[in-house]
């Protein structure tokens, strides 16, 4: 009976240290919804982001997209800094994996968007 117990342990603890050195999985794009929306997943659950930071005109809506849809292809891992909740929304800036420049900038950058954050004094 010992023994078991002492097997059983020694199993928990080498389940543990398997799962202690998994990579963290990053968020993951599902979907360009529009030109501020964006479908990601986790693993465990989606939901939807919303690019913080920037205002894209009606008129310039269908380029926005294309834009995005060509720097994030479905399964494109992202990192997420969370900025606040707009309706019921995740609020953040998406930076995909390996990129220094976040989605937002990169609008605004490429003349898609204009800069909607107010900016801090020097």
Not at 51 to 72: H, K, M, N
């Amino acid at each position: 009976m010992r023994r078991l117990l002492v097997i059983t342990r020694l199993l928990g603890l080498l389940l543990v240290a398997v799962v202690a050195v998994l990579p963290a999985a990053a968020a993951e794009v599902l979907q360009v919804r529009t030109a501020s929306l964006l479908q990601v997943g986790d693993g465990n659950r989606t939901y939807t982001v919303q690019l913080a930071c920037i205002d894209v005109e009606p008129a310039g809506e269908s380029a926005a997209v294309d834009w995005l849809r060509q720097e994030l292809p479905r399964r494109r891992r992202v990192n997420l800094r969370p900025v606040g909740r707009n309706d019921g929304q995740l609020l953040a800036r998406v930076t995909p994996i390996g990129d220094e420049q976040d989605l937002s900038s990169g609008l605004v950058t490429a003349g898609l968007a204009a800069d909607s954050c107010p900016t801090e004094p020097a």
